[in-house]
C-alpha cells in the first residue's frame, strides 16, 4: 500500500486479480488518503466509508476495475441510497432513489464507492467553492483553484487519494479541472453514453465520465460506460475494437491544425500559448503534419445561445425535481447565480427557445465545418491561469455579468456545441510551478484517433511522475 499512488486504477485492478491485494485493503488505503490530506483540500464532501468497505468485503464483479475505489462528482449521478445535494440547498435532503444507468455499469466494472467529490451548485462555475460546502483548494498550490465544476474529483486524483473519480463536462467542466491540476480530462463526443434515466442534457453537450492520471484509464472508463440505449436520441457508431486498443497503437501520419489565438478577439495567457506551440513541435517531430489555423466564427454569440438554452434546461430540471422534492425552489434554496439562471429560462418563450437550438446547431455545423480537414486540432484548454478565489462569484444576480467571465473556457463550449470529441492533456508547466494543459480536438465520433495520439504525446513526455505539493 505504500505504493497505491504510482499505480493507475487497471493497474491497481491488476493487482486484485493477482491476488496481490483485496478490495477492502484498497478501499482502507483510500480512506487513509482521504482522512489524510482532505483537511487541506476539501476535496471530499461525502464519505461512504461503511458501505465501501460491506462491498468490499462482500465479492466485487470480476470488471475491468475490480475492487478499484471511486468517488463520484456531487452532481446529477445517481447511485441508490446515497445523497445527492447537487451542492445545492434546494436538494439538501434529497436521497437517489436509483442507480443511473451509468452507475449500473461502474458497478458492474467493479469500482466501490468511497465517497462523493465537492462541485460547485448545479455544476455552473468555473470553480468549486460553494456556499454548502465551501472552496476546494488546488494541491499543486493552496491559494488557487482547482477549477470547475468537476474541481473535487480533480483535486483528489491530482493528490493521489485514488487514481481516477467522476467528472462531468457541460462547457468544460472536465477538461478544465484536468488542465489546472495536471490530469487527463476526456469530453467525448455527443451521444457517446447514454444519461438514462434521463433522455438528454443541454441538446447533446453534457457529458459525464471521469479524470484520471493515465490515457490507458481514460480509454477503459470510456469502454465501460459507453453505449447508447434504445430510444436515445443520439445514435454515436460503437467504436471498432475497445478504446483501450487504441493506447499504444500507431496514429498514422495525421494532419494537426494548432491554434493560440482565441475566436473571440481576447489574448491567451503567454504560458497556455507556449504550451500549445510546445506540443505542436512535439506532433511534428513524432512525424505529423502541422500547421496553424485560427477559427473565425463569433464565440461570444455562441455563448450566448448557448446560455439561453441552457437556462430553459436547467429551469425545467428544477421544476421537474419539485415532485420529489415537495415544492418548487424558492430564492434562499438557491444561489442568486442559480435564481438568475432560472428565472432567465422561464422568461424565454417556446418560440425564442427554439429559434436558440436551431442557431445552436448551425453553429455547431460551422466548428465542425471549419476543422474538417484535420485529424486532430489543438488549442489550449484554458486561456488563462486559474484565477483567484472568488472570481467565478455565484452571489452575483446579473446574468450577464456572470456568463460574462466565462471567456476563459472559448476553446471548451465550442466542442460542447460541436458535439467533437476533446481531451485535455498535461503538456506543460508554467515557471511557477503549475501544470498547463493542452487540448486535442478530433473529427466527429474521432475517439480512437485522439487516445492513440494521446498515449503517443503520453510515451514522448510522461507526466505520471509529477506530484503536487500536497500528495500521499
Known amino acids: 500500500m505504500d505504493d497505491f499512488g504510482t499505480y493507475d486504477a487497471l493497474g491497481l485492478a491488476a493487482l486484485v486479480k493477482a491476488g496481490e491485494v483485496t478490495p477492502l485493503e484498497l478501499v482502507e488505503e483510500t ?34 476495475f475490480q475492487g478499484v475505489p471511486y468517488m463520484m462528482k456531487e452532481l446529477a449521478t445517481m447511485w441508490e441510497g446515497v445523497p445527492q445535494t447537487n451542492s445545492s440547498a434546494y436538494f439538501k435532503d434529497f436521497v437517489a432513489p436509483f442507480d443511473s444507468e451509468i452507475v449500473t455499469r461502474l458497478k458492474r466494472a467493479g469500482f466501490i464507492l468511497v465517497g ?23 494541491p499543486w498550490r493552496e491559494d488557487i483553484s482547482p477549477g470547475g465544476s468537476s474541481g473535487g474529483s480533480a483535486a483528489a486524483v491530482a493528490a493521489r487519494i485514488l487514481p481516477l473519480a ?17 490530469l487527463v480530462g476526456l469530453k467525448p463526443s455527443r451521444g457517446r453514453a447514454t444519461l438514462a434515466p434521463n433522455a438528454d ?41 475497445p478504446w483501450l486498443e487504441e493506447v499504444g497503437a500507431d496514429p498514422g501520419r495525421l494532419r494537426v491544425g494548432f491554434t493560440v489565438s482565441a475566436p473571440h478577439d481576447r489574448p491567451v495567457h503567454a504560458e497556455a500559448a507556449a504550451a500549445v506551440r510546445g506540443t505542436a513541435a512535439l506532433l511534428e517531430n ?16 455562441a455563448w450566448r445561445t448557448f446560455t439561453r438554452i441552457t437556462a430553459v434546461q436547467t429551469a425545467m430540471v428544477y421544476g421537474g425535481a419539485a415532485q420529489f422534492i415537495g415544492h418548487e425552489a424558492t430564492a434562499d434554496e438557491v444561489s442568486p447565480t442559480m435564481h438568475a439562471i432560472i428565472e432567465r429560462g422561464k422568461s424565454l418563450s417556446a418560440v425564442e427557445h427554439s429559434g436558440d437550438v436551431e442557431q445552436y ?28 478565489f472568488g472570481y467565478w462569484d455565484m452571489s452575483e444576480p ?11 473556457a472559448v476553446f471548451l463550449y ?33 475517439e480512437a484517433t485522439l487516445i492513440r495520439v494521446a498515449a503517443q504525446l503520453e510515451s514522448a513526455r510522461p507526466w505520471i511522475g509529477k506530484r503536487p505539493p500536497i500528495c500521499c
Open 116 to 138: 462523493k467529490t465537492n462541485a460547485p451548485e448545479f455544476g455552473w462555475a468555473l470553480t468549486t467553492e460553494p456556499e454548502m460546502y465551501g472552496r476546494t483548494h488546488n
Open 361 to 388: 446547431r448551425l453553429v455547431a455545423r460551422e466548428i465542425a465545418t471549419d476543422l474538417a480537414s484535420y485529424d486532430v486540432f489543438l488549442t489550449p484548454t484554458l486561456t488563462q491561469p486559474p484565477r483567484p
Open 166 to 182: 467522476e467528472a462531468s463536462d457541460a462547457a468544460g467542466s472536465i477538461r478544465g479541472p484536468a488542465s489546472i491540476c495536471g
Open 286 to 301: 513524432l512525424g505529423h503534419q502541422v500547421e496553424e489555423h485560427d477559427m473565425t466564427l463569433d464565440a461570444d454569440a
Open 398 to 408: 446579473d446574468i450577464d455579468v456572470y456568463n460574462a467571465k466565462w471567456t476563459d
Open 201 to 241: 442534457f443541454f441538446y447533446g453537450a453534457a457529458h459525464f465520465l471521469c479524470v484520471s492520471r493515465t490515457v490507458r484509464d481514460t480509454a477503459a472508463f470510456l469502454d465501460v460506460t459507453s453505449g447508447e440505449l434504445p430510444g436515445d436520441p443520439y445514435h454515436t457508431p460503437p467504436p471498432e475494437r
Open 31 to 64: 480512506i487513509r488518503r482521504i482522512e489524510a490530506v482532505n483537511p487541506q483540500l476539501n476535496a471530499v464532501i461525502y464519505k461512504n466509508y461503511d458501505d465501501a468497505r460491506g462491498r468490499a468485503g462482500a465479492g466485487v464483479p470480476d470488471g475491468a
Open 414 to 446: 465550442l466542442f460542447n456545441i460541436s458535439g467533437q470529441p476533446a481531451i485535455s492533456l498535461p503538456m506543460h508547466w508554467s515557471a511557477d510551478g503549475l501544470p498547463i494543459g493542452v487540448q486535442l480536438v478530433g473529427r466527429p465520433c474521432g
